[in-house]
């Protein structure tokens, strides 16, 4: 195993190697959680924080949840109930935080480098559980390994991901993962949700979603995060729908075998067609939250790994 | 009375260099010697009118915290920089003659160089209600601006720019286009996709160039641009100029040294206004400061404190300081072979004062004896922890840099250095 990292901030720092290591530990862990003793103690007297500046229940439940079957002792805070309100300074809260002596701390925030300006203020390792429009890494890596398991390889696929790319961190991981393990990609969407520049990444980019869908071998859907809409992007929900919605006629210019993931929650007929996500051959969206909770699961513990590591080292 | 001796003159108003001596009379230039002036050998060392720094702020009234007149007059001081022309968006805003007056008053009591204060062009740089101009000009005014407040309705703009120009005063606007500027941290581009940075194309400063160039074809108005920083606004204030109108831009150092890329992991410091620039359009504006389309470098020199710094980028405040860097990072121009010395202080020193009406900026007899003398060449590396300013918020702390100023004089009397 291979990993170097003391936080987990982004796919961005990760090497490849770094990237199979979580995955092939991840792998593990799916089959832990599957055994009847879903327990191991690799965080045991380890203290896990998961702080959420921004809802969710999903992250934070799977976060919670690897990190329990992990032996850590989890604390959850939800942030935007706490003192961000009295006006404290996220860099006031994060030495808040670190006087409890955390070692392993979830954050997620709505600015984009945030979670960063965080980890260089504590001494635990941080695991970005997504900043603003920047990155959501175990997200990426969630479909990473949903994607190598459901396909045997994750390289030298054709891989679209379509949607509210201008709003995505999930996007962003994932277009830097799948590049950095040499898969095509392309970005579908209407182009007032691309962002700028992304042709430069490698991708093609495709305003057209039966064109792009063309002999893919992998549709990943993103929600339309409609919180974030400040209004105009799109004209209306039905005509998302008609144009970018994923139905069956759409999905049927991707490759016979082609599998549909989505990072969920799923707005039902505004991105995806009920019966899609529901079919069982084609959608893996069940797969993907099961993948989640075993990929953060071997981050936390390769992390803490380096985290014993590094004190015994200074002790 | 003082004699520079073996200095080497660089002057814009010729755009030659040469060594020499130099004569200062009464704190004016003069052509010949006076009996029993203090003699200073320069050793080599340049001599250049002294910097005239348009869009400096000054943080009296309101945040004395960040910087007091005391301070950035030291950092001027300190910068070469001998006439700070001072930027009206404090709090409570340079709007009124008596708020003028109080900066007026504070300048002379505790800056070692001279301030010239500018003034607010609508009241509570709203965009509603023109300011005094009047007033503030028999106050002492030398420009009206907004500063990044853009006049939004173009109605008001129109009687602004009217009314000034009836009274003859300089506008400086800020041509970024409010609409698509609003919430932008970075340039769009490959990089703010992968930061995930709210963005602004830099197709606004275009657009804003754009309509004020109509305003100006439509009242008269004599304008300045705080900063252009695109190429492709470039052939539109070249047209402008063609065409007559009574338009200068001006640039901000760091557009001219820096570039999105170096915002790397989000350092706030490298946060500005407008964001930095992809390298082809700092490449473009170098260009046109050496060709002289664009014709003064300024500081835009922003005291903000730590706490406004150490937040979120977005969320982070704007501005960097400015005063002592200047003519170290432009000189980074000279070294690369962008532009020759003349050139670069005809961008520093003439222009500005040409702008203003002022007599400085020249090294011939009679002008003001407002002087630098710098080694080009001295290497250092900047530490922010050093700077006169109170804020330390600048893009260069660490940075390898050359020239080192050994001696700045306003009026002929020495407020920088020893030797």
């Known amino acids: ?315 | 009375m003082i004699t520079f001796r073996n200095a080497r003159l660089i002057d814009p108003e010729t755009g030659e260099e040469r060594q020499g001596d130099l004569h200062v009379v009464d704190g004016l230039i003069s052509d010949t010697p006076a009996p029993g002036a203090e003699v200073i050998d320069c050793n080599g060392a340049c001599l250049a009118p002294g910097i005239v720094d348009i869009g400096v702020k000054v943080c009296e009234p309101g945040e004395r915290h960040k910087e007091s007149f005391r301070s950035a007059g030291l950092a001027a001081a300190a910068g070469g920089v001998t006439t700070m022309v001072t930027r009206p968006d404090t709090d409570p805003p340079i709007d009124s003659p008596e708020t003028l007056e109080f900066v007026t008053r504070r300048a002379r009591e505790v800056s070692p160089v001279r301030v010239l204060p500018m003034a607010a062009l609508t009241k509570g740089r709203a965009g509603r209600e023109m300011t005094e101009i009047g007033f503030l000009l028999d106050a002492g005014a030398v420009a009206f601006t907004d500063c990044d407040h853009v006049i939004e309705n173009t109605k008001v703009a129109q009687r602004c720019f009217m009314y000034a120009r009836s009274l003859g005063a300089l506008v400086i606007g800020h041509v970024q286009e409010p609409g698509l500027s609003k919430g932008a941290a970075a340039t769009s581009g490959k990089f703010a996709s992968l930061r995930g940075l709210p963005w602004v194309s830099p197709m606004a400063e275009r657009m804003g160039l754009d309509r004020d160039i109509a305003l100006i074809e439509m009242t008269g108005v004599r304008y300045h641009i705080d900063q252009v920083t695109t190429a492709r606004a470039l052939p539109a204030l070249e047209r402008a100029k063609e065409n007559g109108f009574d338009i200068t831009a001006g640039v901000s150092i760091h557009h001219l040294t820096l570039n999105e890329l170096d915002v790397a992991d989000y350092r706030t410091f490298f946060k500005v206004k407008p964001p930095l620039r992809a390298e082809e359009d700092r490449k473009a504006v170098v260009a046109a400061v050496a060709s002289g389309l664009i014709d003064i470098i300024s500081s835009m020199h922003t005291p903000q404190d730590e706490e406004s710094k150490r937040l979120p980028f977005e969320e982070a405040a704007s501005g960097a300081v400015g005063l002592e860097t200047l003519l170290p990072a432009a000189l980074r121009l000279y070294h690369a072979g962008e532009m020759d010395l003349p050139t670069l202080f005809r961008a520093l020193s003439l222009n500005p004062a040409k702008r203003l009406g002022l007599g400085q900026g020249r090294l011939s007899a009679g002008a003001p004896a407002d002087l630098v003398l710098f080694d080009p060449d001295a290497p250092f590396v900047l530490d922010r922890f050093k700077l006169n300013s109170k804020s330390k918020n600048t893009p260069f702390d660490g940075a390898r840099m050359q020239g080192r100023v050994r001696g700045t004089w306003v009026g002929g009397a020495r407020v920088f250095g020893d030797a």
């Open chain 1, 1 to 315: 195993m291979t990993f170097r990292q003391d936080h987990l901030l982004g796919i961005e720092p990760l090497a490849q190697d770094e990237i199979l290591s979580i995955l092939d530990l991840a792998d593990d862990y799916v089959a832990l959680s599957r055994s009847r003793e879903k327990h191991a103690d690799a965080l045991r007297g380890l203290t896990q924080i998961n702080m959420f500046f921004e809802n969710s229940t999903r992250t934070q439940s799977s976060f919670e949840l690897a990190g329990k079957r992990l032996g850590a002792d989890v604390m959850n805070m939800s942030m935007q109930a706490s003192s961000i309100k009295k006006g404290e300074t996220l860099i006031d809260t994060a030495l808040t935080l670190n006087a409890m002596r955390p070692d392993l701390l979830v954050v997620r925030h709505p600015h984009s480098g945030a979670v960063d300006l965080l980890a260089q203020k504590v001494n635990c390792a941080v695991l970005n559980a997504g900043d603003g429009r920047h990155e959501h890494p175990t997200q990426a890596l969630l479909d990473a390994l949903t994607i190598r398991r459901a396909k045997g390889r994750l390289h030298r696929l054709n891989i679209a991901i379509c949607g509210d790319i201008a709003h995505s961190r999930v996007a962003r991981s994932n277009l830097i993962l799948l590049g950095k393990m040499e898969n095509r990609l392309r970005l579908i969407g209407p182009p007032t949700l691309m962002p700028a520049g992304m042709s430069e990444f490698g991708c093609e980019v495709y305003e057209d979603m039966e064109e792009g869908l063309k002999d893919v071998d992998v549709v990943m859907m993103l929600r339309l995060q409609k919180e974030r809409m400040d209004g105009g992007f799109i004209p209306s929900e039905r005509e998302y729908y008609h144009r970018y919605g994923l139905d069956a006629e759409k999905l049927a210019f991707a490759k016979p075998d082609a599998i549909v993931m989505h990072p969920g929650p799923m707005n039902r007929g505004v991105e995806i067609d009920g019966t899609i996500a529901d079919d069982i051959n084609r959608s893996v969206i069940q797969e993907q939250v099961e993948m989640g909770v075993a990929v953060r699961m071997a981050a936390m513990d390769l992390l803490a790994r380096n985290l014993r590591a590094k004190r015994e080292a200074a002790a």
